[in-house]
Each structure stands twice: as structure tokens, then as C-alpha cells.
């Protein structure tokens, strides 16, 4: 098994710029997430899917576009990247929505926005 | 809504003396608790996690943390310091029925000095 599959693991975007943050898993998990990270702040979620064709938004949606069209993938979307989107973005997937269950966490994406 | 609360954002130790990572938490429910651990540049990796059975919890390489209700606390101990073991930690909560929504503390970063 791979788990949880980040791609680019670095990116520099221009201020405009859209691009999508592509995430993967191969174990079958329902629920997927989508965090960033900032100095100082933790991570704080952005969006979730608690299955195919189902997303909801998380504390800091902005600016950012999901879909879930198949169990495996959920990409994150950035229509017009902004300085402020720059950040490190980290993929998660579960297998069930109880709490105490394994969370599965990608290796990061280091974005840039200037 | 849940939360934590990490009350030192930077803690210096020298090796082989103890590792005190302080968190207190805000539920209204029986809440499970994680500890993280994120190396430089690097992923997040799982140190540990409460979900409502025994109040003291072992993780990996040598940390503990004992669940306080009365306190509202989970603080992250390790009886001796390694150099390996500098790192940001981050103390997360999430709701028993929505285990793939975590929030995160802020951090703390542990300087191990020799």
C-alpha cells in the first residue's frame, strides 16, 4: 500500500496562477481532509469529504475549490493563488468518522505564491 | 466545539533530563486526544492518542500522557530527552463522531541540547 499520495511536493505559483494539489489513497478510506499549516498556527482543516460526490468545508475554505468524484482522490484546488495561500498543505484519510481511528497523513505540499 | 490550548509555544531541555509538553483542552463531549510529532521539514507523524479507556496512554519512543478531566489536561511526558526527539509537537482534539476533523493546537517547539 502507498497510503496517502501528495502531489507536487513543492510548487512556486505567481500571484493568478491556479493549479490543483492533487491527494491519493489506495486503502479504501471514506473520509478525506485537506490541511494547511502555518508558522505558529497548527494546522487548520480546510475541506473534507465524508465520501464520493460528498464535501463540506472546514475552518478555512477560502479561496480553495474541492471535489470527490472517486473514493481514491481528492484534489484541492486554487483558482487564483494569493501570497497569502502560501503555506505547506497536508492530505488525510480515515476509514471511519469515530474518532480513535487511524489518520493517515500525506508527506506535505510546500506551496509558494509570489 | 472542541479545541486545545498548548501553553508553551518553545521548550528547551538538555539531553537525558525530562520532557514536560504542556495541553489543556475544551470539549463538551468526551473528546479523543493525539499527540503529534513533525520533524523538520518532514510529515506528521502519530505519538500517541485517548479515546476514553485507560487515562494513561504509552506511545512511541518512550512519550506518555495521562488524560486529566479533571484538569482538562493532556500533557506529553518522556522520562529522559533525546537529541532525535527535537521536533514540533502538536496536541489535537477531535469530536468522538467526527474523528476525520482534528484540530490542532499551535505547537510546540522542543530544543534538545546536549
Known amino acids: 500500500n502507498a497510503g496517502v499520495t501528495q502531489t507536487p511536493k513543492f510548487q512556486v505559483l505567481k500571484t493568478g496562477q491556479s493549479m490543483t494539489l492533487q491527494c491519493a489513497q489506495d486503502m479504501n478510506h471514506e473520509y478525506m481532509s485537506w490541511y494547511r499549516q502555518d508558522p505558529g498556527m497548527g494546522l487548520r482543516l480546510i475541506h473534507y469529504?465524508?465520501?464520493?460526490?460528498?464535501?463540506d468545508q472546514g475552518e478555512v475554505p477560502n479561496g480553495y475549490n474541492v471535489s470527490r468524484s472517486t473514493t481514491e482522490d481528492f484534489p484541492l484546488r486554487l483558482l487564483s493563488a494569493a501570497p497569502s495561500q502560501t503555506s505547506v498543505y497536508f492530505c488525510?484519510?480515515?476509514?471511519?468518522?469515530?474518532?480513535?481511528?487511524?489518520?493517515?497523513f500525506g508527506e506535505g505540499s510546500w506551496l509558494t505564491v509570489v | 466545539a472542541q479545541s486545545v490550548t498548548q501553553l508553551d509555544s518553545h521548550v528547551s531541555v538538555s539531553e537525558g533530563t525530562p520532557v514536560l509538553l504542556r495541553c489543556n483542552y475544551s470539549s463538551s463531549y468526551s473528546p479523543s486526544l493525539f499527540w503529534y510529532v513533525q520533524h523538520p521539514n518532514k510529515g506528521l507523524q502519530l505519538l500517541l492518542k485517548?479515546?476514553?479507556?485507560?487515562?494513561l496512554v504509552k506511545g512511541i519512543n518512550g512519550f506518555e500522557a495521562e488524560f486529566k478531566k479533571s484538569e482538562t489536561s493532556f500533557h506529553l511526558t518522556k522520562p529522559s530527552a533525546h537529541m532525535s526527539d527535537a521536533a514540533e509537537y502538536f496536541c489535537?482534539?477531535?469530536?468522538?463522531?467526527?474523528?476525520?476533523?482534528?484540530?490542532f493546537g499551535k505547537g510546540t517547539s522542543l530544543l534538545v541540547t546536549p
Open positions: 488525510a484519510s480515515s476509514y471511519s468518522r469515530f474518532s480513535g481511528n487511524t489518520i493517515y
Open positions: 489535537v482534539v477531535s469530536d468522538q463522531n467526527s474523528g476525520y476533523a482534528l484540530n
Open positions: 485517548y479515546t476514553s479507556a485507560a487515562t
Open positions: 469529504s465524508v465520501g464520493a460526490g460528498i464535501t
